[in-house]
Structures are given as structure tokens and as C-alpha cells.
């Protein structure tokens, strides 16, 4: 049974930093490039970062760029999503998602499992 399981969402003040951690079950992740995505209240689901399978290649929403990042530990089968200087608009609901390929997609519809999501709720 394939498992995405989030964690290390939270409540930050502006500013500060928060990591999140993607752990999946079995080899779910081996030779699948991995997603975060985000939802914010009354919003749709928007991407925010990718990374390869061997992890040599990432990819960012302009929103995120310069202060997420993304890597990932394939003996732990896990991805990180590294968040400094967050900002009001990062509250969201944030998501892992499994690629359907080994290289970098930033389209949800290219990912077959999700994780259930962690809040991350960010305040001024």
C-alpha cells in the first residue's frame, strides 16, 4: 500500500523557518521525481516545488523561489521542503505528491498519490 505521510507543518510567525518531511512507505519513491504542492483557503491547488528521482534536478514556483528548497534522502524515502522566510500568504495546506515520472513535472495531474496534507499557518 503505497503511504505519503507529512509532517512538521505548524504555526510561524513571519520570518522564521519551518521544514517540512514527506516519508513514504516502501520503495514508493524509487525512480519517481516527488512534489510539493500547496492550498490556501478558497484557493486551488498550486504547485510549489519538485525534485528528481536522483535529486540533481528541482523547481520552483516563482511565489517560493529563493527561500524554499526541496531535497531528498532516498535511503530514508524521504523529501524535505526547507521553508525560510515565510510570509502570510505561504499559509496553506501543503502536500507531497508522487510523480508518475523520474523527471521533474509541475502539473498535479502528473502525480499518481498524495499525501494528506499539513497546515502551515503563518501569522504577521
Known amino acids: 500500500q503505497v503511504q505519503l505521510v507529512e509532517s512538521g507543518g505548524g504555526l510561524a510567525q513571519a520570518g522564521a523557518s519551518l521544514r517540512l518531511s514527506c516519508a513514504a512507505s516502501g520503495r514508493t519513491f524509487v525512480a519517481k521525481a516527488v512534489g510539493w504542492f500547496r492550498q490556501a483557503p478558497g484557493k486551488t491547488r498550486e504547485f510549489v516545488a519538485t525534485i528528481s528521482w536522483v535529486g540533481s534536478v528541482t523547481y520552483y514556483s516563482d511565489s517560493v523561489k529563493g527561500r524554499f528548497t526541496i531535497s531528498r534522502d532516498n535511503d530514508k524515502n524521504t523529501v524535505y521542503l526547507q521553508m525560510n522566510s515565510l510570509n502570510t500568504e505561504d499559509t496553506a495546506v501543503y502536500y507531497c505528491?508522487?510523480?508518475?515520472?523520474?523527471?521533474?513535472?509541475?502539473?498535479?495531474?502528473?502525480?499518481?498519490?498524495w499525501g494528506q496534507g499539513t497546515q502551515v499557518t503563518v501569522s504577521s
Open positions: 505528491a508522487r510523480s508518475k515520472y523520474s523527471s521533474i513535472r509541475t502539473s498535479s495531474t502528473d502525480y499518481d498519490y
